[in-house]
């Protein structure tokens, strides 16, 4: 697992009293959830790269937008983006349309075929997630869920406060 500090000895002590050394435990889940993660994306009928996965998801979130909005969205440059848009229409997942009030924009929608595969591709990732979860003792599932809830809620408050990465 990687180590944020790059040493091996600096697990915690269990009392989470600690920030850094729950850090550390939370980066090596973080790793293993990437891992299940990528990994039941990969068993999916059609395999797609990290980055494609992240654009569908983008454009399925916010349908219609233009390739700039979408490579502003990835943080990448536009012709980057104008190449994975051509792999992704290429298999058939999404389509550019005119749009109708602005004759000069393509609005970049997903096709139904995307649509079934970011599905599919949610569906084995909840199926991977819950097999582990499963073996989970029920008390360690719900201080799980407790955790990442008041992890979720101080990322927001810190957010709000401006002390936010994101």
């Keep these: 697992m990687t180590r944020l500090s790059g040493s091996g000895d600096d ?22 959830l990437s891992d299940l993660w990528s990994v039941a994306a990969q068993g999916a009928s059609l395999r797609l790269s990290p980055h494609q996965l992240r654009a569908l998801r983008i454009l399925e979130s916010e349908p219609g937008l233009n390739l700039t909005a979408l490579a502003e969205g990835m943080d990448i440059g536009p012709p980057t983006a104008s190449r994975l848009c051509d792999r992704l229409e290429a298999a058939g997942l999404l389509e550019r349309l005119l749009h109708p009030h602005k004759r000069r924009e393509v609005q970049l929608v997903l096709t139904n075929r995307g649509r079934q595969v970011l599905a599919e591709v949610a569906a084995r990732r909840s199926q991977a997630l819950a097999m582990v979860l499963a073996a989970m003792e029920p008390g360690e599932r719900t201080a799980l869920s407790r955790g990442v809830r008041a992890f979720l809620t101080a990322q927001d408050r810190a957010d709000k406060e401006g002390d936010g990465s994101r």
Aim: hydrophobic fraction near 35%; glycine fraction near 10%; charge should be negative.
């Design 11 to 32: 697990r915690s002590n269990g009392s989470g009293e600690d920030p850094r050394s729950v850090a550390l435990e939370i980066a090596d889940a973080v790793d293993a």
